[in-house]
C-alpha cells in the first residue's frame, strides 16, 4: 500500500495537492514493559495532563477515517485492513496527542487563559456554521450531529487548540521574513541552471589495477577489521502472533453494523473520473500567446483525429511521469486535484476531450476515459471487512496483555519455551545465528542487543516485531573474530580492485578539473581524456535528472545554487567522479513577482514551524511521557 501511494503520489506529482497530511507529524516513543502505574483508563500520560482511552479511540478513528478517505479517492474503496495497518496510523495518533498535549502544558504554564467566550466567539465566527449570512446554531448542531461529533467534544477540542493558537501567536510575535531573504531563497530555489560535465567511473579503470599476493596482504593488514566477523547469537523462540488473540474475540452483527451506520463517509465513494492529460510548459523565450497556440494546434490534429491521444501526448507532453504511458494519470476525485482542473473536466461526456485550459502548471488538454458515479458501498458488501476490523482492534487492546501474561507463567512456573507452546498452541523455533548489524526477521536489533547483554538461557520479551510478540531465549552466543586472509582472500582483492579503481578514477577527474579551473575549454580537455562531454539545461534545485546523479546530491545542489555562472567543481556518485561546469544561471524577475507572496508565506511558515518544533523538541526532554502497553 506506501509503494502504491508513492506512486500514485508521484504519478499525480503535476497537481496533486493533499494538505491535510501536514497535520501528521512522525516519531517513536518507548513502550513502558508493565507492571503500569498511570490508572487502566489513562492511554497516554504528557507530564500533568493524562489522555484517557476514549479519547485516544476517537483521535485514532479520525486519523483513520482521514485516511480510509484518502484510500477510497485512490483506490474507490478497494483497500484491505492490511493497507491500513502499514500506514501505522497509531503511532501517528499518538504523536498528534503527544504534540498536542504538550503545547497545551506549555500554554497553561505560560499564563495563556482561554474563556467560555472566547470559544464561543470562535465557533460563531465559523462561516461553515453560518445559514444567510449569520450563525446559526441550528446549523451547527446539525453538522455536528452529521458528523457523529458531541457538542461538549467539539468545544473542548477547540478550546485546547485556542490555547494553542494563542501559544504560537505569542512565540511568533517577532517572526518575520526580509525581501532578501525572500530573493535569496528564489534564486536558489527557483534560479534555472545550464550546465556541462564529464564522467570518470572507476569500472573503466579496473583493468590498470594491479593485484599479486603482496599488495592483498598488505591491503587486509590495514583493513583488518572490515573483515571481522560480529558476535553472533541463535535464538529459541516462540511468537504471539495478532491472529492467536483474534480467535478468542467475537463479533456481533449489532456491532458491525452499528459501525457502518455512525462511520458513512468511511463508506462513500465520490465522483471519479479517469483521465489522460497533455501538459504543455512555458520553454524559455516563449510567450503566453505561443505556449497556447501550440495547445490549440495539438486540439485541432485530436479532433480532427490526425493523431491519437496517447501518440499526441508521447509527442507534446511535457509531463514526464505521464508522457510515456500515453499521459494516462488514473481516476482522480475532486479533492486531489485543482479545482480550475476539476471544473475543466467535470461537465465532459467519456471519449470527450477538453479545449486547452490553463492552470499555473501550463497548458493542458484532457481526455475523459470513463466516469464512475459516485456511491456508498452497501453494507452487506463490507459486512466481513468491518467485522475484521473491529476484531482486529479488539485483539490489539489485549494483545500484549496475553502475550504477557504467558511470559509471566513460563517465568514463575520455570517452563521451557516448548512446554509453554505444548500448553497454549504456539510453535517453538529457532534462529540461524545473527549479529546486532544484520538481525534476521523476526528479530530486531534492539532484541539482539537485548540478549548480548545478558547470559546465555535468560527468558527475554515480550517484545514486539513485524511478526507478533515474541518471547525469547538466546540458545548460543560465537564470539567476534577476525577471520585468516586465506578465508577472505576473494573479497579482499575484489575489495582492493574497487578501492585503486575508485583512486584513479578521482585521481583523473581532479587533473581534469585543475586544468579546467585554469582556463581550460571542457570540449577540448574531453578529447584530451578521452570522456565524453554532458550537458543539462533548464536544471532547478527541485528537478533532479538521472543523467546527472549529483543532481541528487542536496549539499551539490546547494553549492551550483549558491555560486555564479562559471563555476567549477567535482562530485561523486557510485564509483564515478563527475566534473562539471556551470554555464549560465537565469533569473526570471516576472516568475518572481508571481512568486514572491508565497515564497514569503512559505519561508514565515518555515520559521514558525521550527519554533514549533525545537519547543516540542525540548519539552520532550524535559517533560516525562508514558504510553500505556495496552496500546
Known sequence: MLDFLRKNLRKFAIFLWIAALAFIVGGAYLFVRGPFTMGSNTAIQVGNI????????????????????LLTQLKGGNFTDEDIKKLNIKQKTIDMLVNRALLLEEAKKEGIKVTDEDVLKAIESNPAFYYNGKFSKEKYLAILKANGINPKDYEQ??????YIDK????????????????????????????????????????KDVKVDEKVLRQFYNKNKEKYRVPTQVRFEYMVIPLKYVE????????QTKRFYDNHPNYFYVPLRIRVAHILLEKKDNMTDKQLKEKAEKIYKMLIAKKITFKEAAKKFSDDNMTKNVGGEIGYVTKDMVLKKFWDHIVHLKKGEISKPFKTKFGYHIVLVEDIQKPFERPYDKVKKQIKQYLKTQEAKKKWFIVADKIFVDIRDHHLSLKQAAKKYGLKVETSKYMSLKNPLPPFTSQMVQNALLTTKGALLGP???????????????????????DKVKEQVKKDYIEFKSTQ????????????????????????????????????????????????????VMEQIFSNKKGYKSICSFKGSYYVFEVEDKRFDEKEFKKLKKSIRQQLLAQKENEIVDNLIAKLKKEVKIKINPKL
Not at 482511552?53 to 483521535?59: G, I, R, T, V
Not at 480467535?247 to 449489532?254: A, E, F, L, M, P
Open 504 to 555: 584513479l578514477a578521482e585521481k583523473k577527474a581532479k587533473q581534469f578539473l585543475d586544468e579546467l579551473k585554469k582556463g581550460g575549454n571542457i570540449e577540448k580537455l574531453a578529447k584530451k581524456f578521452k570522456v565524453k562531454v554532458e550537458s543539462v539545461k533548464g536544471l532547478t534545485k527541485f528537478t533532479p535528472v538521472d543523467r546527472f546523479p549529483c543532481s541528487y546530491k542536496e549539499k
Open 50 to 69: 493524562k489522555i484517557s482511552f476514549p479519547e485516544y479511540e476517537k483521535a485514532y478513528n479520525n486519523v483513520y477515517k482521514f485516511y480510509v478517505q
Open 157 to 162: 477540542s477547540l478550546k485546547i487548540s485556542l
Open 247 to 254: 480467535k478468542s474475540v467475537k463479533i456481533t452483527d449489532n
Open 463 to 485: 517484545d514486539l516485531s513485524s511478526s507478533g510478540y515474541i518471547i525469547y531465549k538466546m540458545m548460543d552466543k560465537k564470539a567476534s573474530y577476525i577471520p585468516k586472509f
Open 167 to 206: 501559544l504560537k501567536q505569542k512565540l511568533f510575535k517577532n517572526v518575520k521574513v526580509s525581501d532578501k531573504e525572500v530573493r535569496d531563497f528564489f534564486i536558489k530555489n527557483y534560479t534555472k541552471v545550464d550546465l556541462k560535465f564529464v564522467r570518470f567511473s572507476a569500472e573503466n579503470f579496473k
